[in-house]
């Protein structure tokens, strides 16, 4: 909707202000007439009595004469104050115009002679309420006005709201001109299988008639599914920068409204724009938003309205030949089954997460335009990050160099890449808050147990770092990563991720003399690795079945007594967990008291640190720092001592002389 210009804002305002002003104005006046009105109300008497007197005859009335006063015009109303022979006088107030009449009637015709003495001109009073009228007739002016700025108000949100459902009707999805994409397959690091079955679309979008003389159709529909940072888009930009052709890309969520209907439409002109522009490509992010399955969408006829337009769109009467649709969601298991069928999303290729290889190039890509140091080595850097999606590691290297920006440095060493790490996955470290030396000891030996179950227990990840500097919501972390990429995760190696978790808590009980809520974190993984290994894995003596506990199931598909079941079994198996924990640190507690004591004193520890305390009990570099301060302190206090004697020499002197 057009902005008022200034000018014509001021006027609306100073409209409303003088009618405000006119409310105010007659609202007064109504108050001043209800005050003036009052005193007509007191002592009304029945105006028949003049009748009924002067109805006698000249001979027999008793009436003198009648003055008479008019008090209001519309409706008429008069004051009749009679005047009798006995010199008494009575005031009727409020008599109306049709009584009047009769009296008037009734003189004219029985008192011809006197008629002017019996019934004078009628006079006004010097209250006289003759601007009634006017006030009601005004009164109805500002309900007029009232009612006419309420209209106007009115038609002006009812336009602001046309005009932005016409706004969102007409929104078009955002197209990357051709000739400004230049990101191709070159800049993705990674994916090498899925960049490879890609390159038939490319080959298809510039050649399409090799394709169609041979009678082939190409994939409708292409589906990306994989967990959050994997790069999805990326491979859809890279893809129509391949191509060369348009892409247009857009959000589910952009085809979602209040509005039925609306979501359809967009749909509609979407696939019209498409193939005006074909050979080109669209791209819909998060479509698990517009395609959830009919039967989770809990009635929203416009969600279904929007699904079904896309159905058709993809494979139904018209055929929308040279638009291929890509599409991205982490979540595959929420989409309708219908457009998962082949004519529509043809090809379904699932990004996982990228292996040490992949990794590495993607570290070598991001940190091409990046001042490394030498002795930074990607490589083992790539070995240390596993589990971490492609956007993790630029976020890595980026959060490096804003560190070293900030700090002063010319180029990323090994020191800011490991900060980095540890602000990507925890948070930055809270160098505010401060431990007391009680609360220190108990996460020193809280983090010390979940580290000896590492190191000890075969099938446990392995210690890469330990610290007790509070990051987060965390007051101390253990960084914990498997010897080798593995694909499949065996029962040995989740119940010993299980017995990892309950470290912390196993060395609070055996070795101080409290426990505490920080091992809230542990027992939440702990638990829902218990619970899938029986719900969802076959792991347990409940049986080779699956229990659907998921969110989006609103039935659970097994009894109350096998719900007890289940739960029995979760908390035999962490039970036992439990108890191994305990075990394994009982008899390694020397190791463990060794990693406590350093992380009190040092607070952080490296992997190469704690090689050397279960090889050697101690770390080289600290004891050797630690013998070089003593002996500087020792050097110190002889020093000090030297002087004191030599000045006490001085002293002796100064007495003796």
Known sequence: MKKLPNKMKKMNNINIMYVVLIIIFFGFLRSLYSKIEKKYYENKENPREIIADLDLGPENTKIENIETTLIRAIPVLYQLKVKYKNNTTKIYNLVDDATFQKINDLVSQKYKDNMSTILPAVQEAEDHLGFTPLLRSLEFCVLILFGYYTLKMIRGTTEKLMD?????????????????????????????????????????LKNPKKYSDLGARIPKGVLLSGPPGTGKTLLAKALSGEANVPFFATSGSEFVEMFVGLGASRIRNLFQMAKKNAPCIIFIDEIETLARQRKMSYGNSEQEQTLNQLLIELDGYNQNTGVIVIAATNKPEFLDTAILRPGRFDRQFIINLPTVKEREAILKLHASNKKIDPEVNLEELAKQTPGFSGAQLEGILNESALLSARKGLKSIDKKIISEAVDRILIGPAKKSKKYSQKEKKLVSYHEAGHAVIGLKLPEA??????????????????????????????????????????????????????????????????????????????MSNIGLAQFNEEEQQFHKNFSDPKALEIDQAIQDIISNCYELAKKIISENKELLFKIAQYLLEIETLSKKDIEEICNTGQISWFEKEKEIRSNQNKQETKETKETENVQNVFDEKEKNN
């Open 164 to 204: 932005q459902f016409n706004e969102k009707h007409n929104k078009k999805p955002n197209i990357t001109n051709q000739n400004t994409n230049q990101f191709t397959f070159k800049d993705v690091a990674g994916a090498e299988e899925e960049k490879e079955e890609m390159q038939e679309l490319v080959d298809f």
């Open 461 to 538: 990840k392995k210690v890469q770092k330990i610290t007790i500097i509070p990051r987060g919501n965390a007051g101390g972390y253990n960084l914990m990563l498997h010897e080798e990429e593995t694909f499949f995760l065996s029962k040995q190696k989740l119940l010993a991720e299980i017995t990892l978790c309950l470290g912390g808590r196993a060395a609070e009980e055996l070795f101080l003399d409290d426990i505490s809520n920080g091992a809230y974190a542990d027992f939440k993984q702990a638990t829902k690795i218990a619970r899938m290994m029986v719900t969802q894995f076959g």
